[in-house]
């Protein structure tokens, strides 16, 4: 097939949404299919052009065999609800040359990554103009974080905003989305569920994989601790859905009692700067932050780890689905998951006895479960659970199979290994 992927986050952003959109393009080219993706240039999770990108307009570039269109557009300095949709609009604007070049060409299919909000405009402009079916994938439904946050308060723009939303969402050809929990919800806005599938993030189980254990010793030296100290690692994006100042308090507690246990904060994002004050005015000796570390270092940073912490704050239960939680359980690492109880996060997380759970946004009951598996940590096999979760359910050829025969459900008039003939070309 011939599909045109739509989504403002893509390579080379290691983190976030675009790092899965990267993989499924890449695994999809792999397969056969041609595939072309309009995006925007590299910004996240820093919400700072790259560097390698910076000065540059329109231009498209080859990325192990995926092309890509990008375009320059706005990035605030400082993200709140209202700079975040300029943000998001000037990528609507910015990706309409890219738009303007491409619907002369056929496409099997266009598949959308949402968000950001408008992310639907042109691939629905597409459907009417050519006929080409598209496919509305959901990573976050942000909209609702941002009522249920705080982050835009007024009732008539949310109002307008979940319509905007729910507009796309109904008229695509199929849905998706990652989690059961944002199924419902989704389903809940009037999308059809014979037009609504579950597609689930996936990760890299080779790549991926528990290290033996005397090896860790040595990985916390090479990250500056004492082989001894109990590493409690926090990854990714630095962002207001997490809550992190929680895990900050908790670790001021802790400085007072507890020398070896150590809070290591990896990553980039909105709140760093709000989280670097706040680290200044508790004193943290206890706490080390650090920029995310390059690809091929991630499975050492994961093995490294005692315990991994995964935040969610109260309200954005259910909205998105932490993208950490897969490479943490390939590599057998132990989640501590501080959610609300209804989430579907923390259900997944008990259900199968992977790690260890603690209230939203409460920083006693966050140490308290810290100190808890520090404790009692060879009592349950916390890490052979994850390792077996991630091999039986997160693998990530099994999840692109069935979502490759979904695609071909939508657009598949021309299936792999078929000559596909640009009859804007010929």
């Known amino acids: 097939m011939r599909i045109l992927v739509y989504g403002i986050n893509y ?25 072309e993706v309009i995006s925007a240039l590299p910004y996240y999770p820093e919400w700072d052009v790259h560097e390698d990108y910076k000065g540059k307009g329109w231009h498209s570039e080859v990325i192990n065999g995926v ?10 300095k400082n993200v ?8 998001e609009f000037s990528f609507l604007a910015s990706s309409a040359w890219s738009w303007m070049k491409q619907l002369p ?10 968000p950001p909000l408008p992310i639907g405009v042109f691939p629905l402009l597409c459907k009417w103009l050519k006929g080409t079916p598209f496919v509305f994938h959901i990573q976050d439904l942000q909209v609702d974080a941002a009522r249920q946050l705080g982050i835009i308060r007024r009732k008539g723009l949310l109002n307008f905003l979940e319509g905007f939303e729910r507009y796309f969402m109904r008229r695509a050809d199929l849905v998706t989305t990652i989690s059961e929990g944002m199924r419902k919800k989704v389903l809940a806005k009037g999308v059809a569920k014979d037009r609504l599938k579950l597609f689930p993030n996936w990760v890299d189980t080779q790549r991926l994989f528990p290290y033996d254990e005397a090896e860790k010793p040595g990985l916390k030296q090479q990250y500056g601790y004492q082989p001894g100290d109990k590493i409690v690692l926090y990854s990714g994006n630095l962002g207001e859905k997490q809550g992190l100042d929680s895990l ?15 809070f290591f904060v990896v990553g980039e994002g909105a709140a760093k700067k709000s ?31 005692d315990l991994h912490v995964i935040l969610q704050k109260k309200g954005a239960t259910d909205l998105v689905m932490p993208s950490k939680l897969g490479g943490i359980l390939a590599c057998g690492g132990v989640p501590l998951v501080a959610a609300e109880e209804r989430s579907s996060l923390r259900r ?36 052979a659970h994850a390792r077996q979760y991630a091999r039986q359910y997160l693998c990530i050829d ?9 695609l071909a459900e939508v657009g598949g008039q021309l299936m792999v290994g078929e000559p596909i003939i640009d009859r804007a070309e010929a």
Request: proline letters at 4%; charged letters at 25%; one cysteine or more.
């Open 11 to 35: 390579y080379p952003e290691l983190t976030g949404i675009g790092k899965y959109t990267t993989e499924m393009c890449e695994w999809l080219t792999r397969q056969g299919h041609q595939i």
């Open 248 to 262: 900050l308090r908790a670790a001021a507690i802790a400085q007072e009692k507890q020398s070896e246990l150590k």
């Open 67 to 76: 092309r890509v269109h990008r375009g320059p557009f706005y990035v605030p």
């Open 105 to 114: 060409r056929n496409f099997d299919l266009v598949l959308c990554i949402y």
């Open 80 to 87: 709140s609800g209202y700079t975040r949709l300029l943000h």
């Open 348 to 383: 997944l997380i008990e259900e199968h006895r992977m790690g260890v759970l603690a209230d939203a946004e409460n920083e006693l009951s966050l140490l308290y479960s810290i100190e808890q598996y520090f404790a009692k940590r060879s009592q349950v096999d916390y890490s």
């Open 398 to 406: 099994s999840i692109l199979t069935r979502f490759e025969s979904d």
């Open 275 to 305: 989280l670097l004050a706040l680290k200044e005015e508790l004193r943290l000796e206890n706490v080390r932050f650090a920029p995310l570390v390059p690809k091929k270092e991630l499975p050492d940073l994961l093995n490294m780890a």
